[in-house]
């Protein structure tokens, strides 16, 4: 009995702790004050976390014209960058450099629709005595009435140049370095997809070109100034307010001395694709003739001239060179090999001539352009974008 009521006078005091949580919501009214401002401070710090992406780029400095801020582009987009000599295809088993570099090529081009390549040193320095000999040839034909004024000049290899047809300096030299610049790439796009490096090499012209022969490839030098624009794009052609244009070809790779070109993702968000660039960087875009031959796989990218860099750096302009990777006319796009290694094919990717592909597009954009005639005002203009249709139908036309 003794022991018993030892145990209890011990076991007395346990019910005890029990009661302070009844106390305490029953006392809630009272201990109230005391939770909040220990509470308080949690959710203190997340406000200043939203209004700190609002303050660092003002809405009305980031949206002048009133654009939808999913599809602004005035914020540099830092692209990955490749060294052309680390997709040069060589012989012998493919080293680690080759195979992050492939991987990093389209890697970009799945995310952004865009990579940026960079050339060598004598490359590099090739393409800045591009740029500026280009510069100077149309500057100084700012004030004279002729082709030179346009701000446009397109060259093509073979093409027979005339007493009266006037070009930039060094541009056969850079359409041959350009020229084997997009080969190499198209090359490593191959070889991503489980292709031969060389699968695409029926479409291209025969290297050298045979005699008499005129280039499906061009060069396009451009030479963008507010004086000059007249509906111009960043790359020759079309309306820097347009929705953008899609390339047509197999792949364009680009120089400038400034950045001035916006690049549609495949989220549909507009970024300025070229910003902080050197000349000897180039930037790589995929167009359509190659999403075609890839049944899809590597879309075609859009892109249109950037309004707040049509002056260019200090209002002096902006001179670019873009090379245009083309197939020839009367060849056939076929997804035969695409689908030999692997991959689904859907039925809408069915062989088609160039020729007849380059007119199906442009019936569809004639569609698209009478829907809105205020957009393409200039497409019978003598500025019109040098669309691959164009370039295949009037070779010799500038």
């Not at 027979?160 to 060094?170: I, K, R, T, V």
């Not at 359409?175 to 060389?198: P, Q």
């Not at 879309?299 to 249109?304: D, G, I, K, N, Q």
């Amino acid at each position: 009995m003794v022991a018993m009521m030892m145990q209890q006078p011990q076991q007395a005091p346990q019910p005890n702790p029990p009661p302070p949580p009844p106390p305490s919501s029953s006392a809630s009214s009272l201990r109230s004050p005391t939770p909040t401002p220990t509470q308080s401070p949690l959710p203190l710090p997340l406000p200043p976390r939203q209004p700190l992406d609002h303050v660092v780029v003002p809405i009305s400095a980031a949206n002048p014209s009133g654009e939808p801020l999913l599809t602004m582009g005035t914020t540099p987009f830092l692209l990955p960058r490749v060294r052309l000599s680390d997709i040069s295809a060589y012989d012998g088993a493919p080293s680690g450099s080759y195979v992050r570099a492939v991987e990093s090529l389209s890697g970009s081009l799945m995310r952004n629709n865009a990579a940026v390549v960079e050339f060598g040193n004598e490359d590099a320095a090739l393409m800045r005595c591009g740029l500026e000999a280009a510069r100077l040839y149309f500057r100084s034909r700012v004030n004279t009435v002729g082709k030179g004024s346009r701000g446009v000049y397109m060259y093509r290899a073979g093409r027979a140049l005339e007493d009266w047809d006037s070009s930039p300096p060094c541009m056969a030299d850079i359409f041959r370095c350009m020229g084997k610049a997009a080969r190499v790439a198209l090359c490593a796009i191959a070889r991503h997809l489980r292709l031969r490096s060389d699968v695409f090499n029926h479409l291209l012209d025969d290297t050298p070109l045979p005699a008499n022969e005129v280039s499906s490839s061009v060069l396009v030098a451009t030479y963008s100034h507010m004086s000059l624009q007249n509906g111009k794009g960043a790359i020759g052609g079309g309306k820097p307010g347009m929705s953008g244009e899609v390339e047509k070809g197999l792949l364009t790779l680009i120089s400038s001395d400034g950045p001035g070109l916006q690049v549609c993702d495949p989220n549909g968000r507009w970024y300025l694709a070229d910003g902080g660039l050197a000349p000897g960087d180039m930037l790589l875009i995929t167009g359509k003739a190659l999403s075609h031959a890839t049944a899809g796989l590597r879309p075609a990218a859009s892109y249109r001239a950037a309004p707040e860099y049509l002056s260019g750096i200090n209002n002096g302009g902006r001179t670019s060179l873009a090379f245009r990777l083309m197939p020839q006319g009367n060849a056939i796009l076929d997804c035969s090999p695409v689908a030999a290694a692997g991959h689904v094919i859907p039925q809408s990717y069915v062989p088609i001539s160039v020729s007849q592909f380059m007119d199906e597009l442009s019936a569809e954009e004639d569609v698209v352009c009478n829907r809105s005639d205020n957009t393409c005002v200039s497409r019978n203009n003598f500025n019109k974008e040098p669309s691959l249709r164009s370039v295949l139908s009037d070779p010799l036309s500038l």
